[in-house]
C-alpha cells in the first residue's frame, strides 16, 4: 500500500506539479501556460481549415509557425514568410505582424522602420519627449495564393498614415466598408501619449481617407492607462495600442481590445471599446468601458503585464480563445513576455467576460486532440519564467525542407529591447 501511495504521489506530481499534460480515462488533457518556450510577445493567432497559424514579434522579420493544436506551439512548423532587403523604409523593428484572409488572399500587415529607432538629432529634436520610432510605418505583404502556407509573400504597400508615427494596425471589418485600426500620434512629433486612430481603406493596402477624416477614436485618459498609475506630471508614458476587433457571434456586437499603460510593465492590461454607433470613423460611435482594465495582472499567480492580444476559437468552433503575451518576472521587461492562452465567455449584456490570466493547468480546447502541450507551472524553466531569460532565448521547430529551425525571437542585435528601453 505504502508503494502504491508513493507512486500515486509521483504520478500525480510529474504531471500537475511539472505543468505537463495528463490524459486518461478519468481526466481530460490539459495544458499550461505559457504555451511557447521562447520569448515571445504581440501574438497573432487564426484558424485555417485543420491548423493554427501564429505570427509575433521577432523583430528582424516574419515568421509563422503552424499548429493542429492551439496550446503547444514548440512542436510547430515554421515558415520564414518574409526577412526585408537593406535599405527601405520597412528594413528595421518588424514588429506585431498579422495574417488575415480577406477575399481569397493573405495579407500580413506590420509595423517597420526605416531605421533601427535612430532618427538623426535634427529629427528628434521635433519631437515633444525623446521619440527614437518617430518613423515606424505601416506595411502590407500580400500572398501568391489562398493557401497560406504554400504562398509566397511579397510587399503589396506602405499604408497611408499621413507620414506619421503608426505602430499595431490592424483591419477593421465592418458592414460600410473596412478600416485601419493602429496606435497613432497626434500629429508627426507630438511623441505622446500614443493613441487608437482609425481610417477608411477602399482595399488591404490602401487607405481612402484623408489626414482630415482621420479619428481619434481612444486617449489613454484613465488612471489604469497611463504609467505609473494615474500619472498626473505629464502624458509621457500614456498609450492606447495592439487594437484587436472582437465580434460577439451571437449578439453581433463589435469590440475593439486594445492594450494600455507600458508593454514593459507590470500593469499593461487591455481595455474595451465598443461600436454603439453607426459610423466607425466617428469618435461618438466609439463607447470606452471606463471602470477598469477588462484583462490585467494576477500576481495570486506570478502572471503580469497582460496584452496585446488576439482571439480565436476551439478547433470545433464551440469555445471563444484569448492569445496574449505576459511576463512572470515583470522586472526583467520586454525580455520577460511569453505567450499565452486561455478560453473565455461572454457576459448576459453581449461583452467579453474575460478570465483572470494565469498558469493552469486548464482543459485544452474543445475538439482538439493530443496532449495540449504546456510548458509548465510558473517555476518552470521557459523563457520568461525566470531570471536568466534573455533576449537570445531560441526554439526549435520542424520547417518544411529541413530539419529544424532556431527561432532568435529579438534578433541577433537585440535592438527591439534597446530600443523599447527608450521609449515604448
Not at 501568391?144 to 494596425?169: C, H, M, N, R
Not at 512629433?189 to 493613441?195: G, K, N
Not at 470606452?288 to 470545433?316: I, L, R, W
Request: aromatic share 14%; glycine share 8%; net charge negative.
Amino acid at each position: 500500500m505504502a508503494i502504491a501511495a508513493l507512486l500515486l504521489l509521483f504520478s500525480t506530481c510529474w504531471n500537475t506539479c511539472l505543468g505537463q499534460s495528463a490524459t486518461s480515462s478519468a481526466n481530460a488533457a490539459t495544458y499550461a501556460n505559457p504555451i511557447l518556450n521562447a520569448v515571445g510577445a504581440d501574438p497573432w493567432v487564426i484558424r485555417y481549415e485543420d491548423y493554427y497559424y501564429l505570427t509575433y514579434t521577432t523583430n528582424d522579420n516574419i515568421t509563422i509557425l503552424r499548429s493542429s493544436e492551439l496550446t503547444d506551439w514548440n512542436n510547430a512548423d515554421v515558415k520564414l514568410a518574409f526577412t526585408p532587403p537593406e535599405n527601405e523604409s520597412y528594413s528595421y523593428d518588424l514588429w506585431a505582424p498579422e495574417l488575415h484572409n480577406i477575399n481569397g488572399l493573405w495579407y500580413i500587415i506590420f509595423t517597420g522602420d526605416v531605421d533601427p529607432d535612430q532618427p538623426s538629432p535634427e529629427q528628434d529634436m521635433y519631437c515633444d519627449f525623446n521619440c527614437p520610432a518617430v518613423n515606424h510605418r505601416m506595411f502590407v505583404l500580400e500572398s501568391s495564393s489562398s493557401d497560406p502556407w504554400t504562398s509566397t509573400y511579397a510587399v503589396k504597400s506602405e499604408l497611408d498614415t499621413y507620414d506619421q508615427f503608426a505602430i499595431d494596425g490592424t483591419y477593421f471589418n465592418h458592414s460600410t466598408g473596412l478600416y485601419h485600426v493602429y496606435s497613432c500620434w497626434e500629429s508627426a512629433y507630438v511623441s505622446w501619449p500614443s493613441m487608437l486612430c482609425i481610417s477608411r481603406m477602399s482595399d488591404p493596402w490602401t487607405v481612402s481617407s484623408p489626414l482630415s477624416e482621420r479619428a481619434i477614436i481612444s486617449r489613454p485618459d484613465q488612471p489604469w492607462e497611463k504609467t505609473p498609475y494615474n500619472r498626473t506630471i505629464n502624458v509621457r508614458l500614456s498609450s492606447n495600442e495592439g487594437p484587436e476587433q472582437l465580434n460577439n457571434p451571437k449578439t453581433g456586437q463589435q469590440f475593439i481590445i486594445y492594450s494600455a499603460a507600458r508593454s514593459d510593465n507590470r500593469n499593461y492590461c487591455l481595455g474595451q471599446l465598443e461600436l454603439t454607433g453607426q459610423d466607425p470613423l466617428s469618435p461618438a460611435s466609439w463607447t470606452k468601458y471606463t471602470t477598469g482594465c477588462v484583462f490585467y495582472q494576477n500576481p495570486d499567480e506570478e502572471v503580469y503585464g497582460v496584452g496585446h492580444a488576439s482571439f480565436t476559437t476551439s478547433p470545433d468552433g464551440t469555445e471563444e480563445w484569448i492569445v496574449y503575451h505576459g511576463m512572470h518576472d515583470y522586472l526583467e521587461g520586454w525580455s520577460a513576455r511569453t505567450i499565452r492562452t486561455q478560453k473565455f465567455t461572454w457576459n448576459a449584456d453581449g461583452t467579453p467576460n474575460f478570465p483572470r490570466p494565469g498558469i493552469g493547468p486548464f482543459p485544452v480546447p474543445s475538439g482538439q486532440e493530443g496532449t495540449g502541450g504546456g510548458s509548465g507551472t510558473s517555476g518552470s524553466a521557459s523563457a520568461g519564467s525566470s531570471g536568466s531569460s534573455t533576449a537570445s532565448s531560441t526554439v526549435t521547430a520542424s520547417v518544411t525542407g529541413s530539419t529544424s529551425v532556431y527561432l532568435e525571437p529579438w534578433g541577433s542585435s537585440g535592438s527591439y529591447a534597446s530600443w523599447e528601453t527608450t521609449w515604448h
